[in-house]
């Protein structure tokens, strides 16, 4: 048969759907019997992908056996996987283009040819994180240049302009279709067609949202332009994208202003089961991003491994995994009527990171599982990251049909999806007689979880909302530390008045100051956003508000939500207590807020305050939204309008009203807060299918402004010298066409000795580019103001910004220096530098580094230039307590040695200082786990582990690194 497995080892196993379709499937229950009967779904599901990809050569049947021997070989062996397709966003997904583009003329160098290199894999790029709030409430909030500087002053771009701001239509009472009046359509040269499909009008129809007489609905120039800015502000990136999908096979590219990575992966990309030449296989993904998990919700098998292993992927090689645990999760009762489906996700994360899951799969299973919606799983899916396991797995049932039936699928195609999921055992049904055995079960009652937040540094933190106000004041007397702010107990309740507005208003510690509905984790789900606006809408009756100085915004996921919002008829509630959408994209969630009004900034620097930032994501680290802000909650979307209302989060909501009406009646949480059945029968009314079909169109269609956009179609892109954006990088500089023996690491100086919990936002800042940082005086020097610098996030493609940007982070404690700052010392002259500027004495004098740490060590999302950027500031190894397993991989990829204490040993029970200079000799032959042995120039000898855990780790790092190792095929 004519299919893309033909000839390998299992073809006897493919057969033919026995419901008319003529789908062929390989009918892997076949090959195990009894065994795969018992086999974890998601184990199934690798297990298929094993047989239908088996080769021989990257896919060996010993690895196939493997997996089926799962329960025998779990934790012990080394398996392929080759998932169906990748899904990258533009901050991680940029260095990864880049990097094949250089790649590209690294094989020429070397003699291949360059045409060779493009994905393998069917890859997904997702323009989604370049957003930044410019404007807030129609008012310029951080005057920038649109033109994005190095091309508009090469002369190249003409700067961008503001749009005039009255648009046609501005009177209709409700979207109900086309526009009549015809000035608004997508073929249009009018305001609206310069972005087309702009989310704050109906995203689907192009009309303005809903007018209401209690509250006027926020005004679409506040989108307007911040899609304007960010279109001019990386136009460079943009155009640069177009060329990658022009030139490379597989790769297609979701413009800005479409949503973010994580929903559009789930509204569109999605497919469950993939059919490819009408063979039937599970849908599965990797990319670049560590809430891929999202759509384990679905059932389809997907998780981040960083930038690297990705372009791995994309080349054709599969990700290695170690064959993992699975812990069954089992949910039982059903959740309080109170209890947000976020509230089940901090209660999960909470309990599962006592449990230990980290580097395993979780499944879920149970009668509580059928409880849960295709949102509410997907929501838990999606913090996965936070407690550490590779994925959380929800196999397909029923309800996930009953999702994808109303969300638009074609019937046909979901007929035939579940008769094969039924012939190969991987639909779900609690009353299945086989049942699946794990490696370890766990328990979890929904009846038990209770409304919480999750604070005020770190997570995994949660806090029950009754506990917030002792919790809180409980944090001010702690020492500094994770929970701690040592605030003395005189100062406490000490308060700053500030004149805002005409008003005075005053500021104590716990005021929250910034409060954020943002794009990752929460809006993909309609029943959290719903309860929000309902709120809203219920604060704004009984005559609540939010008090004007604080910096409020709502960043939905996708038009999607926009038009549900909009649809039920509290979208203008939202606006009317400042939660006005302001774009579609990482925001605030990323550090790219608005600034804080300066009387604001002022009195709590005046009172030393501990100020709050309230938001509906995944991070929370201290100093992530604003520097000033030192505690931060995240909160479901309705806690978060709630505790907005508050002012404070120091306050108790069974006993202290939020207000007070006009009447002067007190006015609890309780009074406003809507029912399960409130909320349901909105998402009935409003959450259609119309409106995914529609989202379906917006992508597909695309948008007049990147449809225009000019870019090249060279096989070899053209670099331009003076850009600050785009840079081909000097990762293949030195490749020959055979991997050199190791050398050792020779006196080799500590460029940074750092603590705990380091995460990759220590080590790869994402947001803005401080003014007095090594990134900003380089860019300074090539011309370009501070209004002009954009983000670290925004510039991922060029290696010079990124290696400057390399422990940029201003809350990084290096014990160097005694205190939180991006500084370290250059010990053959004792001189006190940027890292950056260390590093490049250190490199003068042809001195190796090495990084100091205690336990996990790159924590946080995946992020590929944490190890890029060490790498390129001369470090050859890390010695750490432990590492979080993607920066572990990472580091390896790129080619540093990820080094490990011994169990119970660190650099202070070794009476290591730092200054010491450190010296290893590496064996001809490496294995796993080896024991290595470094030793001092003051006579020191201690023996560390060289943490790779198999042979193709290993084959990487003598390669030099994943990129030299896959450029070398090619050549």
């Known amino acids: 048969?004519?299919?893309?497995?033909?000839?390998?080892?299992?073809?006897?196993?493919?057969?033919?759907?026995?419901?008319?379709?003529?789908?062929?499937?390989?009918?892997?229950?076949?090959?195990?019997?009894?065994?795969?009967?018992?086999?974890?779904?998601?184990?199934?599901?690798?297990?298929?992908?094993?047989?239908?990809?088996?080769?021989?050569?990257?896919?060996?049947?010993?690895?196939?056996?493997?997996?089926?021997?799962?329960?025998?070989?779990?934790?012990?062996?080394?398996?392929?996987?080759?998932?169906?397709?990748?899904?990258?966003?533009?901050?991680?997904?940029?260095?990864?283009?880049?990097?094949?583009?250089?790649?590209?003329?690294?094989?020429?160098?070397?003699?291949?040819?360059?045409?060779?290199?493009?994905?393998?894999?069917?890859?997904?790029?997702?323009?989604?994180?370049?957003?930044?709030?410019?404007?807030?409430?129609?008012?310029?909030?951080?005057?920038?240049?649109?033109?994005?500087?190095?091309?508009?002053?090469?002369?190249?771009?003409?700067?961008?302009?503001?749009?005039?701001?009255?648009?046609?239509?501005?009177?209709?009472?409700?979207?109900?279709?086309?526009?009549?009046?015809?000035?608004?359509?997508?073929?249009?040269?009018?305001?609206?067609?310069?972005?087309?499909?702009?989310?704050?009008?109906?995203?689907?129809?192009?009309?303005?949202?809903?007018?209401?007489?209690?509250?006027?609905?926020?005004?679409?120039?506040?989108?307007?332009?911040?899609?304007?800015?960010?279109?001019?502000?990386?136009?460079?990136?943009?155009?640069?994208?177009?060329?990658?999908?022009?030139?490379?096979?597989?790769?297609?590219?979701?413009?800005?202003?479409?949503?973010?990575?994580?929903?559009?992966?789930?509204?569109?990309?999605?497919?469950?089961?993939?059919?490819?030449?009408?063979?039937?296989?599970?849908?599965?993904?990797?990319?670049?991003?560590?809430?891929?998990?999202?759509?384990?919700?679905?059932?389809?098998?997907?998780?981040?491994?960083?930038?690297?292993?990705?372009?791995?992927?994309?080349?054709?090689?599969?990700?290695?995994?170690?064959?993992?645990?699975?812990?069954?999760?089992?949910?039982?009762?059903?959740?309080?009527?109170?209890?947000?489906?976020?509230?089940?996700?901090?209660?999960?994360?909470?309990?599962?990171?006592?449990?230990?899951?980290?580097?395993?799969?979780?499944?879920?299973?149970?009668?509580?599982?059928?409880?849960?919606?295709?949102?509410?799983?997907?929501?838990?899916?999606?913090?996965?990251?936070?407690?550490?396991?590779?994925?959380?797995?929800?196999?397909?049932?029923?309800?996930?049909?009953?999702?994808?039936?109303?969300?638009?699928?074609?019937?046909?195609?979901?007929?035939?999806?579940?008769?094969?999921?039924?012939?190969?055992?991987?639909?779900?049904?609690?009353?299945?007689?086989?049942?699946?055995?794990?490696?370890?079960?766990?328990?979890?009652?929904?009846?038990?979880?209770?409304?919480?937040?999750?604070?005020?540094?770190?997570?995994?933190?949660?806090?029950?909302?009754?506990?917030?106000?002792?919790?809180?004041?409980?944090?001010?007397?702690?020492?500094?530390?994770?929970?701690?702010?040592?605030?003395?107990?005189?100062?406490?309740?000490?308060?700053?008045?500030?004149?805002?507005?005409?008003?005075?208003?005053?500021?104590?510690?716990?005021?929250?100051?910034?409060?954020?509905?943002?794009?990752?984790?929460?809006?993909?789900?309609?029943?959290?956003?719903?309860?929000?606006?309902?709120?809203?809408?219920?604060?704004?009756?009984?005559?609540?508000?939010?008090?004007?100085?604080?910096?409020?915004s709502l960043s939905p996921g996708s038009g999607m939500v926009t038009h549900y919002l909009s649809s039920s008829g509290v979208l203008p509630y939202l606006s009317k207590l400042g939660f006005e959408i302001v774009g579609y994209g990482c925001s605030t969630c990323v550090g790219n807020t608005a600034p804080i009004s300066e009387v604001v900034l002022n009195a709590v620097k005046q009172g030393d305050l501990v100020t709050c930032g309230v938001l509906s994501g995944n991070k929370n680290f201290e100093g992530r939204l604003c520097d000033c802000v030192r505690a931060n909650y995240l909160a479901s979307p309705p806690l978060v309008v709630a505790y907005a209302i508050a002012g404070t989060v120091n306050i108790d909501f069974q006993t202290e009203p939020l207000g007070t009406d006009p009447a002067g009646k007190k006015i609890y949480l309780h009074d406003i807060w809507p029912t399960r059945e409130e909320v349901h029968q909105i998402e009935e009314e409003h959450v259609i299918l119309s409106m995914f079909k529609a989202l379906k169109e917006k992508i597909e269609v695309g948008n007049k402004r990147w449809n225009s956009l000019e870019a090249p179609d060279s096989v070899l892109f053209p670099w331009d010298l003076k850009s600050t954006y785009i840079r081909c990088p000097s990762f293949f500089d030195k490749l020959t066409k055979e991997p050199t023996v190791l050398p050792p690491i020779e006196n080799a100086h500590v460029l940074l000795y750092l603590g705990d919990s380091v995460t990759t936002d220590h080590i790869s800042p994402a947001g803005s580019i401080a003014r007095s940082s090594a990134a900003a005086k380089y860019l300074t020097n090539r011309g370009l103001t501070p209004r002009e610098f954009n983000s670290y996030g925004a510039r991922r493609g060029n290696d010079a910004v990124m290696t400057r940007g390399t422990f940029a982070n201003i809350k990084l404690f290096n014990k160097f220096i005694g205190k939180p700052a991006p500084k370290t010392v250059h010990f053959p002259s004792g001189q006190t530098l940027d890292v950056f500027e260390a590093a490049e004495l250190y490199q003068k004098e042809g001195i190796p580094l090495i990084i100091l740490a205690g336990k996990k060590y790159g924590s946080g999302n995946s992020r590929d230039w944490a190890a890029k950027g060490p790498y390129l500031l001369g470090v050859k190894a890390v010695l750490a307590e432990s590492y979080e397993k993607i920066h572990k991989d990472h580091l390896i990829g790129i080619g540093i040695a990820p080094l490990q204490f011994l169990p119970g040993e660190n650099a202070d029970s070794l009476g290591l200082s730092g200054r010491e200079t450190f010296s290893l000799t590496f064996p001809e032959e490496l294995s796993p786990g080896i024991t290595l042995s470094i030793k001092t120039n003051t006579g020191k000898v201690f023996n560390v582990i060289a943490s790779f855990e198999n042979d193709v780790e290993i084959t990487l790092y003598k390669h030099g690194g994943l990129l030299n190792f896959v450029a070398r095929k090619f050549s």
């Open 1 to 552: 048969m004519d299919s893309p497995s033909a000839g390998y080892t299992f073809e006897y196993l493919i057969e033919t759907l026995s419901d008319n379709s003529q789908k062929k499937f390989f009918n892997v229950p076949k090959l195990g019997g009894t065994k795969y009967d018992v086999l974890p779904y998601s184990i199934r599901v690798l297990l298929e992908a094993a047989v239908r990809n088996c080769d021989g050569f990257l896919m060996k049947k010993e690895d196939v056996m493997n997996i089926l021997d799962w329960k025998t070989k779990q934790s012990n062996v080394e398996v392929p996987f080759f998932p169906a397709r990748v899904l990258l966003q533009d901050f991680t997904g940029i260095p990864a283009m880049v990097d094949l583009a250089a790649m590209r003329e690294a094989v020429k160098t070397l003699g291949g040819d360059p045409k060779k290199v493009h994905p393998a894999c069917p890859t997904d790029l997702t323009v989604d994180h370049s957003l930044q709030i410019d404007f807030s409430k129609c008012a310029i909030q951080n005057a920038p240049n649109p033109g994005g500087g190095d091309l508009q002053k090469a002369g190249k771009l003409s700067p961008l302009k503001v749009q005039p701001k009255k648009l046609p239509c501005r009177g209709q009472t409700a979207c109900r279709g086309s526009c009549d009046s015809g000035e608004i359509s997508r073929n249009s040269g009018t305001f609206s067609s310069q972005i087309e499909n702009t989310p704050i009008l109906c995203p689907f129809h192009l009309q303005p949202v809903p007018e209401y007489a209690i509250v006027s609905v926020p005004r679409p120039e506040t989108v307007l332009k911040n899609q304007e800015v960010e279109f001019g502000r990386n136009r460079e990136r943009l155009q640069f994208f177009k060329w990658s999908s022009r030139v490379f096979k597989n790769v297609a590219v979701i413009p800005p202003g479409t949503g973010m990575a994580h929903q559009v992966n789930l509204e569109y990309l999605s497919r469950v089961v993939v059919e490819e030449k009408d063979l039937l296989f599970p849908d599965s993904v990797v990319g670049t991003d560590s809430h891929i998990t999202m759509v384990n919700g679905l059932g389809i098998l997907g998780w981040g491994v960083g930038g690297i292993e990705t372009e791995a992927v994309m080349l054709g090689l599969p990700v290695s995994l170690t064959l993992p645990e699975v812990v069954g999760c089992e949910l039982t009762g059903s959740s309080n009527p109170f209890v947000t489906s976020i509230d089940i996700v901090l209660g999960i994360t909470k309990h599962l990171r006592q449990v230990g899951v980290a580097g395993k799969f979780v499944e879920f299973f149970g009668s509580g599982v059928s409880q849960l919606s295709i949102v509410d799983r997907t929501t838990i899916a999606n913090m996965c990251p936070e407690y550490g396991a590779i994925l959380s797995f929800f196999p397909v049932d029923n309800v996930t049909l009953r999702h994808l039936e109303h969300t638009g699928f074609d019937k046909g195609k979901l007929e035939s999806m579940e008769n094969y999921l039924k012939a190969v055992k991987l639909f779900r049904n609690d009353q299945n007689s086989s049942k699946p055995e794990y490696s370890e079960v766990i328990q979890i009652n929904l009846n038990s979880i209770v409304a919480s937040v999750s604070g005020p540094k770190r997570p995994q933190d949660r806090v029950a909302v009754a506990d917030m106000k002792s919790d809180f004041q409980a944090c001010l007397n702690e020492k500094v530390g994770f929970k701690g702010f040592q605030v003395a107990a005189e100062k406490q309740n000490d308060t700053v008045a500030i004149h805002y507005e005409g008003s005075e208003y005053q500021l104590s510690h716990g005021s929250v100051v910034i409060a954020a509905v943002i794009s990752c984790t929460n809006n993909c789900n309609p029943s959290v956003m719903l309860a929000a606006g309902l709120l809203a809408k219920k604060a704004v009756e009984a005559g609540l508000r939010v008090k004007p100085y604080i910096r409020t």
